[in-house]
């Protein structure tokens, strides 16, 4: 991650454990969008429910990695829901589930507001980023919060489809072709390129939020000017690794690396034997004491003092026992 863009947030408090970051940009969105919008009580709408659903797009992200065994070292709430912090875990499929975490959150909430938008007849309005589905002069009632969220949703779903640097669908890409994570050059020219475009179209449109939204991905994908010395340089290190340190090095290097945890199935799993592993010790305590009655009571009073049931009961034992100990 850019560092100067990474320095931009600020923490706001833990949840169980994890630290959560809110990013400065978020903050500094309320003024253009109360003045792109139609007054200033419905601006301040907009921008509530767009970090509400920034907060459940990152939110999508740490529910999809707990449950296929990926990673979340802190809750970061940017300006798209980039959700950084989280990770997927080893697997390719976790890393998909992930990233496409807040797709998911995105496309329910786009479902669920679309028979609102199809009702009052707004839907070319309601589906174009660059027009707000609400009249000026419209009181905030439960129709506008309606069309609100759909449009709010709508719009961080369109732009995280954009392929850069730290939306969704660049880390959909670096998961498909690794190569592109490994090469970040490559990576930062193409975001950066992504971003230009982004900046002249909205120039052309006269959407100020959109220019604001195109120069945080242009500092995000800024290419890195490398320094060059004439002067020859020797490289110590041996394929790339410092083994100055000896091979321990090398293996504090992996000790600090995140172990591969349980996914939801396998916590299940896991938990289920337990489960039954102590039901079934429940079971056999109680029946030992069973046992121990019916042997004290034949022992004064003889087979005859058991009722039938008892005497079905202790041959039902004794079989359980004996299959145990031919074990």
């Known amino acids: 991650m850019n560092e100067r863009v990474e320095g931009w947030t600020f923490g706001i408090g833990r949840l169980f454990g994890v630290p959560i970051r809110l990013s400065w940009v ?5 003024p253009i969008l109360v003045i792109r919008l139609p007054g200033f009580t419905m601006g301040l709408a907009f921008f509530g429910f767009y970090a509400l659903w920034v ?37 390719i499929v976790s890393r998909l589930a992930v990233a496409m975490g807040g797709y998911v959150v995105h496309s329910l909430a786009v ?35 309606c069309l609100i969220n759909f449009h709010v949703n709508w719009l961080l779903l369109l732009l995280n489809l954009i392929p850069a640097r730290p939306l969704d669908a660049a880390k959909l890409l670096s998961v498909r072709l690794p190569e592109v994570k490994t090469v970040p050059a490559r990576r930062n020219h193409f975001g950066f390129a992504i971003s230009i475009g982004l ?11 959109a220019l604001a939204i195109s120069g945080y991905l242009a500092l995000f994908n800024r290419p890195r000017v490398e320094r060059s010395d004439d002067s020859e340089t020797f490289d110590e290190t041996f394929l790339g690794y410092d083994f100055s340190a000896g091979y321990t090095s090398l293996e504090q ?38 046992i121990d009655r019916l042997l004290s009571k034949v022992h004064e ?27």
């Open 26 to 30: 978020l903050v500094l969105l309320l």
């Open 55 to 91: 907060a459940v797009h990152t939110f999508g992200h740490a529910l999809a990695a707990r449950l296929t065994g990926g990673y979340v070292r802190e809750l970061s709430f940017g300006v798209c829901g980039e959700g950084s912090g989280i990770e997927g875990g080893p697997t």
């Open 111 to 145: 479902v669920a507001f679309l028979p609102t938008v199809l009702h009052e007849g707004v839907w070319q309005d309601g589906l174009n980023p660059f027009t707000f589905p609400i009249e000026a002069g419209s009181s905030v009632g439960f129709t506008e919060v």
């Open 199 to 209: 900046a002249i179209a909205s120039l052309a449109c006269g959407q100020l939020w």
């Open 253 to 290: 290097e992996r000790a600090g690396e995140p172990t591969a945890q349980p996914n939801f199935m396998e916590r299940w799993l896991r938990d289920r034997r337990t489960r039954r592993e102590r039901r079934r010790r429940e079971r056999d305590a109680l029946d030992e004491q069973e």
């Open 301 to 327: 009073s003889g087979l005859r003092g058991l009722t039938e049931s008892e005497r079905r009961r202790l041959r039902r034992a004794s079989a359980r026992y004996r299959q145990q100990g031919d074990r």
